[in-house]
Nanobody
Framework: QVQLVESGGGLVQPGGSLRLSCAAS????????MTWFRQTPGRLRELVAA????????NYMDSVRGRFTISRDNDKNTVDLEMNSLKPEDTSVYYC?????????WGQGTQVTVSS
């Protein structure tokens, strides 16, 4: 079955960096676009970044554009989110998601906390 496992979250000071990774299995990875979302208690889930099947095109929410970079390795079945210049408002649980034949599959999430 489809499995997505995120890792790399943690506590970081403002201005710092983290790299999240999502390991995927159970589907043909190089045929699926991948997305990173985040959700903070009391707020709607936000689409942070997306990448096409080949990695040739990416998209970002306005507040992270220029600071975050999404990438994928179709040999390793992973999708990463490099996060730089982190701000306290980036604090959230970050989720990896894939859409397969109209079904949404989510990982368990990884907590990112930006605080001094």
């Amino acid at each position: 079955q489809v499995q997505l496992v995120e890792s790399g979250g943690g506590l970081v000071q403002p201005g710092g960096s983290l790299r999240l990774s999502c390991a995927a299995s159970g589907f043909t990875f190089n045929t699926a676009a991948m997305t990173w979302f985040r959700q903070t208690p009391g707020r709607l889930r936000e689409l942070v970044a997306a990448i096409t099947e080949t990695g040739g095109s990416t998209n970002y929410m306005d507040s992270v554009r220029g600071r975050f970079t999404i990438s994928r390795d179709n040999d390793k079945n992973t999708v990463d989110l490099e996060m730089n210049s982190l701000k306290p408002e980036d604090t959230s649980v970050y989720y990896c998601r894939v859409l397969i034949r109209s079904n949404r599959y989510w990982g368990q999430g990884t907590q990112v906390t930006v605080s001094s």
